[in-house]
């Protein structure tokens, strides 16, 4: 298992930006798919980013379309660290901003794929 520790939420206006991360300790972070996910009440879990690790080694770097070329997604295996940089945000990105972790190698950008979830800042961009 995975600890996952988030922080960088918060309040901002529409166009500016905010920067999530994601402190992970317990098995050897560098191996694992991490991953972002939101949730607005009475919605289900949707897909943000993610970096995914391939069974035969190789890594995937997805983006739900919407924040495509907005967000970016990174990490910093030496500090075991996984980052959001969202910029250009916009009142539809306000929810509870999810880091994840799988212990497998996650084909989907499915949450049901991801094992290990940190507690979820709340982001709010207001209009």
């Known amino acids: 298992q995975v600890q996952l520790v988030e922080s960088g939420g918060g309040l901002v206006q529409a166009g500016g930006s905010l920067r999530l991360s994601c402190a992970a300790s317990?098995?050897?972070?560098?191996?694992?798919?991490m991953a972002w996910f939101r949730q607005v009440p009475g919605k289900d879990r949707d897909f943000v980013a993610a970096?995914?690790?391939?069974?035969?080694?190789?890594?995937?770097?997805d983006y739900r379309d919407s924040v495509m070329g907005r967000f970016t997604i990174s990490r910093d295996n030496a500090n075991y660290t996984l980052y959001l940089q969202m910029t250009s945000l916009r009142p539809e990105d306000t929810a509870v901003y999810y880091c994840?972790?799988?212990?497998?190698?996650?084909?989907?950008?499915?949450?049901?794929?991801?094992?290990?979830w940190g507690q979820g800042p709340q982001v709010t961009v207001s209009s």
């Open positions: 994840a972790a799988a212990r497998d190698f996650p084909a989907t950008n499915n949450p049901l794929e991801y094992d290990d």
């Open positions: 317990g098995r050897d972070f560098s191996t694992n798919s």
């Open positions: 970096m995914r690790i391939t069974r035969n080694g190789g890594r995937v770097t």
